[in-house]
């Protein structure tokens, strides 16, 4: 009895643990559920803000993206500045005088053309008949183009007739007379062409040996500084044919994208072994372009410091250096950029340095085809003309060096309306350069300071830039800013009285 009694209490016993772990197993379930309905309905929540708020961002960093992009490539305001050539009231017709000068112009493409605009003024200054230029064949391209080859030679004579009078040769019977041989000075201002007048008392030709530099850049005739302008941008409009091609290629950039940097790199031998700037380059690279510039009789310097020249800032960007300085200024990979030069020093294997950065790069070669440019072949500064018709209309044109293409590039954009030019501030370039390099600097660092350092040198209007204090003569002649480089007062200015 008790016994029985007993295993009816143990059953009853198990029963209620049996219900109590039960309840609570089903308990625990149901909070469980609970809490996954409440984390589905969490997620779900922030799934529906992100859809909701997700397109707004993609606007924000798209316009984020926009405006950084913009401010990249558009050009610095002019301020209300616009091309003035129109000669003063004072300004007279040009006289016909039977006396005439003849001119062999020195030099590449641009060095002739800045030459010829100053052998315009000169010829109207000393009253004199100018017959066409002679161009040089003997530089360093052995280019045999004649005037007309290169320039419209109807047009600059018709365009200049109010302010020279210009003809196609010398009269046969004057052949034959003796000539004054003249090579004048450089950077010579009015008073000495006026005193270069007493050569007619003696002779009724004069010739003239070298066109470059042959003008003063600052303190002339406004009439005459807008001669040279008229000259230069005006009556020196390349052949129909360099004009037609440059349209068709400049035509075919566009089609590649809607924006594209024209890069001057000006990595080509005969410049590396000019500057005497052999950095990057091997034993036998160095040795070839120091035995070249040992044998160019006309360059005066034959031992060069390669190292101090570099830090001087006086050698050209390498292709990496380039490279690197577009990174630094935020321009992305896929920027189209035409390369406007010669042949680069090192071929491939240097311009990989470039590419690896900068995929999209393209030469004329690329973009015309071997029939359009077989005409040009061999003709150097022909070509150079197709270089410098897409430079001046590119949306950025960077030069690695500042030479004769660099400069009346430059001036060229200036005088249309201060189109983006950035000119690296080589110096401190290479400062911040070689301290990335050597470790001291972080990239993020390296960017903000190459910024910082060109933030008012993309081609914003200034006035030319004088000669240091204390510079006098000739020596701050050789100092100033070139006038073709940047023709502002004279030639660009806010008056409607000189606009032409």
Known sequence: MVNHRGHHSKNLSTFRNRKSSFLSFTLYVIILFALSIFIFMLYSKDILDDEHNTPLL????????????????????????????????????????????????????????????????????????????????????????TFSDIFDEVHFIKSLQQDVRIVKELPKELASLPRARKHFTSWAGLSYYEEMM??????????????????????????????????????????????????????????????????????????????????????????????????????KIKNINSTEQRISGLCPLTPMEVGIFLQALGFPRSTLIYIAAGEIYGGERRLLELTSRFPNIVFKEMLATQEELRTFSNHASQTAALDYIISVESDVFIPSHSGNMARAVEGHRRFLGHQKTITPDRKGLVELLDKLEAGLLEVSSFSSLVNQLHKNRFGAPRKRGAAPLGIKGRARSRLEESFYQNPYPECICKSETGMR
């Open 58 to 145: 993609r606007v924000e960093n798209s316009k984020h993206k926009q405006l950084l992009e913009n401010q990249l490539w558009e050009a610095p305001s002019s301020h209300g500045l616009h091309p003035c050539v129109k000669p003063t009231s004072k300004y007279k017709a040009a006289p016909v005088l039977d006396r005439y000068m003849t001119v062999r112009c020195n030099g590449g493409l641009n060095q002739m053309r800045t030459g010829i605009a100053d052998m315009v003024a000169v010829a109207r200054i000393m009253n004199t008949t100018l017959v066409i230029p002679q161009l040089d064949k003997s530089s360093f391209w052995q280019d045999t183009s």
């Open 198 to 299: 007493e050569l007619w008392k003696d002779h009724q030709v004069i010739h003239v040996a070298k066109s470059d530099a042959r003008l003063a850049n600052n303190y002339l005739p406004l009439d005459i500084q807008r001669l040279r302008c008229r000259a230069l941008y005006h009556a020196l409009r390349f052949s129909p044919s360099i004009e037609s091609l440059g349209k068709k290629l400049m035509e075919r950039l566009r089609s590649r994208a809607k924006r594209y940097i024209a890069l001057h790199l000006r990595y080509e031998k005969d410049m590396l072994s000019f500057t005497g700037c052999t950095y990057g380059l091997s034993d036998a690279e160095s040795e070839e372009l120091r035995v070249m510039r040992e044998k160019t009789s006309h360059w």
